[in-house]
């Protein structure tokens, strides 16, 4: 049993001591809102009763979220511009967690092997 993350820009680092010192301290990793992810001067609203508008214009956000390499596990260039972003994720912390447990993905392939993901 092993475990894998992608972090929050804020946590500074990876890997599961960094998330628990962000637990332990209670910090906040949210940010404003970068022009590039979305454009919040048009969605935001502070008054939470008007419809359409978005409540808040902070998030945690992930670095490099748009760095998935798809070679890296035989996905197509076409086939990942068309994956969920959630799936790239969980590819990644598949992987991370299999590489922290000091298992190849040559050993994974055609294996019994199942992953789990919840609380």
């Known amino acids: ?39 919040t001067k048009d969605w935001y609203d502070p ?3 008007k419809p359409g508008k978005i409540r808040t214009t902070r998030a945690a956000l992930i670095d490099g979220f748009n760095e998935f390499d798809n ?3 035989g996905i197509n260039d076409m086939e990942a511009e068309r994956m969920d972003p959630q799936q ?21 392939s055609g294996s019994d092997t199942g992953v789990f993901i919840g609380r």
């Open 1 to 39: 049993m092993n475990y894998g993350q992608r972090s929050y820009g804020l946590l500074k680092g990876e890997g599961i001591d960094n998330f628990w010192k962000v637990l332990v301290e209670g910090r906040n990793c949210t940010v404003e809102i970068p022009p590039e992810r979305f454009n």
């Open 47 to 49: 008054d939470d009763s």
């Open 71 to 73: 070679r890296l596990f």
């Open 88 to 108: 790239k994720l969980l590819l990644e912390c598949t992987f991370r967690a299999l590489e922290n447990a000091g298992i190849p993905m040559e050993n994974i």
